[in-house]
């Protein structure tokens, strides 16, 4: 209750250890991004002693802004396919039985866990020229023989939904779990079509879950590089793709730090949204009631 | 009443979705043909071939000192993080905790190439030690997580009552506190364990051209490689995944 209760002594040795290591490694290093956009390049690839504006000049050309233009684009669209394909399933998974339950959530989980590079690498086996699918769809005359799946915008939207979807489904069936079922048959006793019901009943009940799961698909897909780097070409490059160029292949670390900067500014954007959006009735009341 | 099939059907499709490129890669590493465009027949010459390839034994060599020297210590930072951030209900506690969740929303790219800026400013040579430093940051956050979700659950009247039956701090926190968190703590440091195994973004910034892990030496096998054998070592990766998976889900159904 008071600050004289023996546990309330051991507050910092408890935060000292791991506040200052990522003071240190999380919070100086996001600064210094700012930072580095305004000094000069080294030859050498490294940070230099010389104030300057010419990065920033840099960035306001026009190849750079339809980068972010694409960069953003491409993540709403992600986005908009992965609530769209997340939502049913959340509500088909919310109203099994228990036992299935389990089975989905489980099959929806491994994912996860499975290696970010080897289920990027499964896409590329499919899409390529020699592939299953290509063959499949040429056989079909869908595609022709000569086309390409593999290298465009399009094979980049495909694996950055197939890297997101877990992400948005499984906040909007922790909503949907706890969304009350019985409302949506009182809405149908009213008289209103199924789509309806699920329109302005289910959707505004798991509109929470569905919310952290726009943001969990969003702000990651805004910082995309290994997906456009693997299956996407010169025409689907992503800010993430250009920031390691600057890195790896032309050594200018304060282009890539300015990069870095506008990304940020560009991930706090929808979180800075989300916290002033969320009106204060919808506050969940405190998880747990403190022992003291 | 009659319900709609379309939240049934949405379903199987996004499980096929989910799986299908995983099935063809994992029948893909037992074809016999080069190019995996059509079945040449049964053949584990990929995975005899996986034997030779000492870059990846060597690749393998790094990834585990990183993973183990990182899930040791994240998971000791990250047990005092969550304890404190259980205990106490101060503002120092709300900061920290905004400290604690940056690196579970921050891009990955973004980490890295910070990270990156730091070690190039303060002259820290990149290798193996800049690698563990970056891998404790992220895994930090999570077994923070992870943690925290078990005190919740957490009856803090255990640990008075050993301490009016006579123990000391000490004794109490080694005897009560600890084995009853052991579960929590077990399961974020497989967590910590798998996502520094699996990291390539954060890595691929931070290693510099000497120290190389297995998923950087799996991308320039992506880049450069032979497909089938990326296969091969892509099964057997799934394989431990799964085997991860299981155990973690045996943690978690354990109640203390």
């Not at chain 1, 390049?41 to 694409?70: F, H, K, M, N, Q």
């Not at chain 1, 690498?121 to 023989?145: D, I, N, T, Y």
């Not at chain 1, 790896?248 to 500014?265: E, I, K, M, Q, Y």
């Not at chain 2, 000791?76 to 951030?85: K, N, P, S």
Request: with cysteine; proline share 6%; glycine share 6%.
């Amino acid at each position: 209750m008071s600050t004289a209760t023996p546990r309330k002594t051991g507050e910092w040795p408890l935060t000292l250890p791991s506040m200052v290591w990522l003071a240190v490694l999380v919070l100086v290093p996001a600064l210094i991004v700012f930072v580095v956009a305004f000094r000069s390049a080294d030859p050498y690839g490294g940070v230099g002693a010389r104030w300057t504006l010419d990065t920033l000049r840099d960035l306001a050309r026009e190849s750079y802004l339809l980068i972010g233009w694409r960069t953003v684009y491409l993540s709403l669209l992600t986005t908009t396919l992965c609530l769209l394909f997340a939502t049913p399933m959340a509500y088909f998974m919310a109203r099994v039985s228990e036992r299935w339950r389990h089975v989905l959530l489980l099959l929806v989980v491994v994912p996860f866990w499975t290696s970010f590079l080897v289920r990027i690498f499964a896409w590329k086996v499919v899409l390529h020229p020699e592939g299953l699918l290509k063959r499949a769809l040429a056989a079909l005359h869908l595609v022709s023989p000569e086309a390409t799946l593999l290298y465009n915008p399009g094979a980049v939207l495909l694996v950055m939904v197939y890297i997101s979807l877990p992400f948005a489904i499984l906040p909007i069936y922790a909503a949907a779990e706890r969304f009350d079922f019985s409302l949506l048959e009182a809405a149908r006793d009213l008289g209103a079509g199924s789509l309806t019901a699920f329109r302005s009943v289910f959707m505004p009940g798991i509109r929470r879950g569905l919310a952290s799961a726009a943001l969990l698909v969003f702000i990651p897909s805004l910082g995309s590089y290994i997906v456009p780097d693997i299956v996407g070409g010169p025409r689907s490059e992503m800010i993430g793709n250009v920031i390691a160029q600057r890195v790896f292949s032309d050594r200018n670390l304060p282009h890539a730090g300015a990069l870095s900067a506008v990304l940020t500014l560009l991930v706090l954007a929808p979180m800075l949204a989300a916290l002033v959006l969320r009106s204060p009735q919808e506050e969940i009341p405190a998880r747990r009631a403190g022992p003291g | 009443m009659r319900r709609s099939r379309f939240p049934l059907l949405v379903t199987v499709a996004v499980i096929v979705f989910f799986y299908l490129p995983i099935l063809v890669l994992v029948v893909n590493s037992f074809n016999a043909s080069r190019f995996g465009s059509s079945w040449q027949g049964f053949s584990l010459r990929w995975y005899a071939g996986l034997v030779t390839e000492r870059e990846i034994w060597a690749a393998l060599r790094v990834t585990l000192i990183v993973a183990v020297s990182a899930t040791a210590v994240s998971a000791v930072l990250g047990t005092t993080a969550a304890l404190a951030m259980h205990r106490h209900r101060t503002r120092l506690q709300r900061f920290h905790s905004l400290l604690i969740a940056v690196p579970l929303v921050m891009p990955e790219i973004l980490i890295g190439i910070s990270l990156l800026l730091l070690f190039a400013i303060i002259g820290l040579g990149l290798g193996i030690f800049s690698i563990f430093l970056a891998h404790v940051t992220f895994c930090l956050s999570f077994v923070a997580i992870v943690v925290l979700g078990r005190l919740e659950g957490f009856d803090e009247s255990l640990l008075e009552a050993a301490r009016d039956l006579g123990a000391t701090w000490w004794t109490a926190t080694w005897r009560v506190l600890l084995p009853l968190l052991a579960p929590g703590i077990a399961a974020g440091a497989l967590l910590a364990f798998t996502l520094s195994i699996d990291d390539f973004v954060i890595t691929f910034f931070v290693a510099g051209p000497g120290a190389t892990t297995l998923p950087i030496r799996i991308y320039s096998m992506i880049k450069h490689g032979s497909p089938p054998l990326i296969s091969a070592l892509s099964t057997l990766l799934l394989v431990v995944t799964l085997v991860a998976v299981w155990l973690s889900q045996r943690l978690i159904e354990r109640r203390a």
